[in-house]
């Protein structure tokens, strides 16, 4: 990978490339990344699977559950922060920005349609994610709820999924190399994006 960077814009574009080739492959190390959300002044992190990726725009998309924590805070602050990390890869990519939901419906059910049925059953459940319930699982209190799903359940599980669009300003990226790491910074300016090396 080293070979290839003589200019910022060049690991930049390495490190697109690499979340634009993890949306399909589940085992790309990129293929789920941290989400940072703030609440109350809290930073709040957690595990979220790449659904989406407009290379053009620089777009991260996921999906999620219109009732979950990530949601209110997203709503109180659209400000986050993503992390992907490649251990194989020897890459780190962070970014900053806004994120909110989705706005087209016909996107939204694309995504939902092109989801797995058992990915799809997650969003069925009538029980609040985070909420505190009296038993290990929320399959266990709702054992009714099998594959494949009633018409009703199919349209609870629609209601509740989202999807999440992220538009970044701001990228760090962190090259790992033994003869030196390589770490460039990207702004989003009018005229489209700007990057430059820094200190690793
Ligand atoms: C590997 C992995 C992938 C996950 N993918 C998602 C996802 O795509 N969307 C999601 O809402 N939660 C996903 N989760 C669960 C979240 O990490 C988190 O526990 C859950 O969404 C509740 O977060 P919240 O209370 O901050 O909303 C994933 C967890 C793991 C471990």
């Known amino acids: 990978m080293i070979e290839k960077i003589s200019k910022p814009d060049d690991l930049f ?6 979340i634009a080739k993890a949306t399909g492959a589940a085992k790309h190390e990129f293929h789920t990344f941290t989400l940072g ?3 109350r002044g809290f ?3 957690r595990t979220v699977v790449l659904r989406k990726f407009e290379p053009e725009s620089v777009n991260v998309l996921f999906h999620t559950d219109i009732r979950s924590e990530k949601i209110n805070h997203l709503q109180e602050c659209s400000q986050v922060s993503l992390l992907f990390y490649g251990y194989t ?8 920005g806004i994120a909110g939901i989705e706005k087209d419906p016909e996107l939204t059910q694309y995504q939902f349609e092109n ?3 058992d990915a799809q059953k997650c ?3 009538g029980t609040q994610p985070s909420s505190i319930i009296h038993s290990k699982t929320k399959e266990e209190l709702q054992p009714d709820i099998q594959l494949p799903l009633s018409a009703n359940q199919l349209s609870t599980a629609k209601e509740n999924f989202v999807v999440v669009r992220i538009v970044p300003d701001k990228c760090d990226i962190l090259c790992l190399h033994y003869s030196g790491h390589i770490r ?3 702004n989003r300016t009018p005229e489209g994006w700007v990057s430059e090396f820094v200190t690793a």
Do not use: G
């Open 43 to 45: 930073p709040h992190l």
């Open 37 to 39: 959300t703030v609440n």
């Open 184 to 186: 460039v910074r990207a």
């Open 123 to 125: 969003y069925a459940y």
């Open 115 to 117: 989801s797995s049925a």
């Open 13 to 18: 574009t390495i490190a697109l490339e690499e």
């Open 89 to 96: 890869l020897r890459l780190q990519v962070s970014f900053n």
